[in-house]
Protein backbone atom coordinates (compact mmCIF):
# COMPACT_ATOMS: atom_id res chain seq x y z
CA UNK A 1 0.00 0.00 0.00
CA UNK A 2 1.47 3.20 -0.47
CA UNK A 3 4.24 8.26 0.38
CA UNK A 4 8.34 17.11 -0.56
CA UNK A 5 9.34 20.19 -1.00
CA UNK A 6 12.06 21.93 1.20
CA UNK A 7 10.69 24.36 3.42
CA UNK A 8 12.13 27.22 5.60
CA UNK A 9 9.23 28.35 8.71
CA UNK A 10 9.58 26.04 11.73
CA UNK A 11 6.01 25.60 11.46
CA UNK A 12 6.30 24.36 7.64
CA UNK A 13 9.09 22.02 9.07
CA UNK A 14 6.73 20.63 11.67
CA UNK A 15 3.49 20.18 9.17
CA UNK A 16 6.01 18.18 6.56
CA UNK A 17 7.21 15.98 9.84
CA UNK A 18 3.83 14.80 10.61
CA UNK A 19 3.27 12.41 8.21
CA UNK A 20 6.54 10.53 9.00
CA UNK A 21 5.34 10.24 12.38
CA UNK A 22 1.83 8.91 11.83
CA UNK A 23 3.97 6.11 9.39
CA UNK A 24 5.89 4.95 12.28
CA UNK A 25 2.42 4.31 14.40
CA UNK A 26 0.71 3.04 11.15
CA UNK A 27 3.89 0.95 10.37
CA UNK A 28 3.66 -0.34 14.01
CA UNK A 29 -0.42 -0.99 14.60
CA UNK A 30 0.25 -3.07 11.59
CA UNK A 31 3.05 -5.06 12.65
CA UNK A 32 1.82 -5.89 16.20
CA UNK A 33 -1.99 -6.32 15.18
CA UNK A 34 -1.01 -8.33 11.73
CA UNK A 35 1.27 -10.43 13.50
CA UNK A 36 -1.18 -11.43 16.62
CA UNK A 37 -3.36 -12.24 13.08
CA UNK A 38 -1.03 -14.89 11.56
CA UNK A 39 -0.24 -16.34 14.75
CA UNK A 40 -3.45 -17.18 15.91
CA UNK A 41 -3.41 -19.65 12.77
CA UNK A 42 -0.42 -21.27 14.36
CA UNK A 43 -1.59 -23.31 17.87
CA UNK A 44 -1.78 -27.25 17.19
CA UNK A 45 -3.96 -27.09 19.99
CA UNK A 46 -6.83 -25.71 18.37
CA UNK A 47 -9.47 -27.28 16.58
CA UNK A 48 -10.02 -25.93 12.98
CA UNK A 49 -13.03 -24.15 14.80
CA UNK A 50 -11.21 -22.68 17.37
CA UNK A 51 -8.31 -21.41 15.49
CA UNK A 52 -11.17 -20.09 12.91
CA UNK A 53 -13.33 -18.62 15.72
CA UNK A 54 -9.63 -17.14 16.83
CA UNK A 55 -8.41 -15.72 13.65
CA UNK A 56 -11.97 -14.37 13.53
CA UNK A 57 -11.59 -12.28 16.11
CA UNK A 58 -8.29 -10.54 15.76
CA UNK A 59 -9.70 -9.71 12.19
CA UNK A 60 -13.08 -7.97 13.32
CA UNK A 61 -10.53 -6.37 15.72
CA UNK A 62 -7.92 -5.09 13.28
CA UNK A 63 -10.55 -4.65 9.89
CA UNK A 64 -13.45 -2.64 9.50
CA UNK A 65 -15.77 -5.01 7.65
CA UNK A 66 -18.48 -2.72 7.74
CA UNK A 67 -17.01 0.39 5.88
CA UNK A 68 -15.27 -2.39 3.56
CA UNK A 69 -18.45 -4.23 3.37
CA UNK A 70 -20.57 -0.70 2.35
CA UNK A 71 -17.57 0.41 0.15
CA UNK A 72 -18.21 -2.83 -2.23
CA UNK A 73 -21.72 -2.31 -2.89
CA UNK A 74 -21.59 1.57 -3.59
CA UNK A 75 -25.21 3.35 -4.01
CA UNK A 76 -26.75 -0.10 -3.10
CA UNK A 77 -25.65 0.43 0.53
CA UNK A 78 -28.09 3.58 0.77
CA UNK A 79 -30.49 0.90 -1.43
CA UNK A 80 -30.73 -1.68 0.62
CA UNK A 81 -33.29 -1.99 3.20
CA UNK A 82 -31.88 -2.02 7.41
CA UNK A 83 -32.70 -6.10 7.62
CA UNK A 84 -30.88 -5.87 3.56
CA UNK A 85 -28.47 -4.33 4.79
CA UNK A 86 -27.21 -6.50 8.34
CA UNK A 87 -27.58 -9.70 6.37
CA UNK A 88 -25.38 -8.84 3.54
CA UNK A 89 -22.90 -7.01 5.79
CA UNK A 90 -22.68 -10.87 7.98
CA UNK A 91 -22.19 -12.50 4.69
CA UNK A 92 -19.44 -10.06 3.48
CA UNK A 93 -18.04 -10.50 6.52
CA UNK A 94 -17.89 -14.49 6.75
CA UNK A 95 -16.23 -14.33 3.18
CA UNK A 96 -13.77 -12.15 3.91
CA UNK A 97 -12.24 -13.55 6.95
CA UNK A 98 -12.48 -16.94 4.90
CA UNK A 99 -10.52 -15.56 1.92
CA UNK A 100 -8.00 -14.06 4.45
CA UNK A 101 -6.99 -17.15 6.56
CA UNK A 102 -7.10 -19.29 3.14
CA UNK A 103 -4.04 -17.23 1.74
CA UNK A 104 -2.64 -16.42 5.10
CA UNK A 105 -2.88 -19.94 6.53
CA UNK A 106 0.68 -21.32 4.73
CA UNK A 107 2.27 -18.73 6.35
CA UNK A 108 1.15 -19.73 9.88
CA UNK A 109 4.28 -19.73 12.30
CA UNK A 110 6.13 -16.76 10.46
CA UNK A 111 6.49 -13.26 10.98
CA UNK A 112 4.75 -10.00 9.36
CA UNK A 113 7.93 -8.04 8.12
CA UNK A 114 7.41 -3.84 7.64
CA UNK A 115 9.17 -3.30 4.32
CA UNK A 116 7.85 0.34 4.01
CA UNK A 117 4.95 2.82 3.74
CA UNK A 118 3.17 5.66 2.31
CA UNK A 119 0.97 8.57 2.96
CA UNK A 120 -2.06 8.64 0.67
CA UNK A 121 -3.51 11.74 3.15
CA UNK A 122 -2.35 12.48 6.55
CA UNK A 123 -4.92 9.83 7.94
CA UNK A 124 -4.70 7.67 5.04
CA UNK A 125 -1.44 4.89 4.89
CA UNK A 126 -0.95 1.86 2.73
CA UNK A 127 1.64 0.07 4.50
CA UNK A 128 3.83 -2.67 2.48
CA UNK A 129 4.37 -5.88 4.13
CA UNK A 130 6.16 -9.30 3.58
CA UNK A 131 5.40 -12.87 4.75
CA UNK A 132 8.59 -15.41 4.05
CA UNK A 133 7.65 -19.22 4.16
CA UNK A 134 9.79 -22.50 4.95
CA UNK A 135 10.08 -23.29 1.77
CA UNK A 136 11.49 -19.64 1.04
CA UNK A 137 8.44 -18.22 -1.16
CA UNK A 138 6.87 -14.86 0.10
CA UNK A 139 3.80 -13.82 0.34
CA UNK A 140 3.73 -9.23 -0.38
CA UNK A 141 0.61 -8.33 1.65
CA UNK A 142 -0.15 -4.38 1.62
CA UNK A 143 -2.79 -2.77 4.05
CA UNK A 144 -4.83 0.53 4.10
CA UNK A 145 -5.27 1.93 7.06
CA UNK A 146 -7.22 5.08 8.11
CA UNK A 147 -6.63 6.79 11.16
CA UNK A 148 -9.60 7.97 12.93
CA UNK A 149 -9.22 10.21 15.58
CA UNK A 150 -5.73 8.30 16.83
CA UNK A 151 -7.82 4.90 16.35
CA UNK A 152 -6.30 2.71 13.42
CA UNK A 153 -8.04 0.17 11.17
CA UNK A 154 -7.62 -1.51 8.14
CA UNK A 155 -9.57 -1.03 5.46
CA UNK A 156 -8.68 -3.25 2.80
CA UNK A 157 -5.69 -5.70 2.70
CA UNK A 158 -4.09 -6.22 -0.65
CA UNK A 159 -3.04 -10.31 -0.95
CA UNK A 160 -0.50 -11.66 -3.51
CA UNK A 161 -2.31 -14.40 -5.24
CA UNK A 162 -0.98 -16.12 -7.85
CA UNK A 163 1.70 -13.83 -8.34
CA UNK A 164 -1.48 -10.56 -9.16
CA UNK A 165 -1.54 -8.19 -5.95
CA UNK A 166 -5.22 -8.27 -5.56
CA UNK A 167 -7.15 -5.64 -3.08
CA UNK A 168 -10.27 -7.59 -1.89
CA UNK A 169 -12.27 -4.47 -1.70
CA UNK A 170 -11.65 -3.18 -5.29
CA UNK A 171 -11.64 -6.68 -6.74
CA UNK A 172 -15.17 -7.69 -4.95
CA UNK A 173 -16.57 -3.94 -5.90
CA UNK A 174 -16.79 -4.24 -9.96
CA UNK A 175 -18.26 -8.34 -9.48
CA UNK A 176 -20.74 -7.38 -6.63
CA UNK A 177 -22.35 -3.93 -8.31
CA UNK A 178 -22.54 -6.16 -12.15
CA UNK A 179 -24.55 -8.56 -10.09
CA UNK A 180 -26.89 -5.94 -8.69
CA UNK A 181 -26.82 -4.34 -11.61
CA UNK A 182 -27.99 -6.98 -13.81
CA UNK A 183 -30.42 -8.32 -10.75
CA UNK A 184 -32.30 -4.65 -10.18
CA UNK A 185 -30.48 -4.60 -6.67
CA UNK A 186 -31.82 -7.79 -5.37
CA UNK A 187 -29.69 -8.31 -2.22
CA UNK A 188 -30.95 -11.92 -2.08
CA UNK A 189 -29.12 -12.65 -5.25
CA UNK A 190 -26.10 -11.00 -3.97
CA UNK A 191 -26.00 -12.95 -0.38
CA UNK A 192 -26.89 -16.07 -2.36
CA UNK A 193 -23.61 -15.25 -4.60
CA UNK A 194 -21.48 -14.53 -1.31
CA UNK A 195 -22.67 -17.64 0.48
CA UNK A 196 -21.42 -19.55 -2.74
CA UNK A 197 -18.12 -18.13 -2.52
CA UNK A 198 -17.67 -18.75 0.98
CA UNK A 199 -18.34 -22.20 0.61
CA UNK A 200 -16.52 -22.93 -2.04
CA UNK A 201 -13.32 -21.53 0.05
CA UNK A 202 -13.87 -23.34 3.34
CA UNK A 203 -14.28 -26.26 0.79
CA UNK A 204 -10.73 -26.52 0.25
CA UNK A 205 -9.49 -25.45 3.71
CA UNK A 206 -7.14 -27.62 4.89
CA UNK A 207 -7.32 -28.84 8.55
Known sequence: ??????????????AVAAPA???AKTESFVKQNANEV????NNPNLSQRERTELFSGYMEQFADFDAVSKFVIGKYARRFTPEELQA???AFRTYALAVYEN????YRGNEVVIEGSTDRTA????????????DGKTMDVRWRVLNRGGKYQVVDVALDIDGNLIWLAIEQQAQFLALLDRTN?????????????TDKLKSTRRG
Do not use: C, P, W
Open 185 to 197: GSADALIDKISSM
Open 38 to 41: LNSL
Open 103 to 106: ELDA
Open 88 to 90: YQQ
Open 123 to 134: NDSIVDTSIARA
Open 1 to 14: MKLRNVLISTAALV
Open 21 to 23: LAD
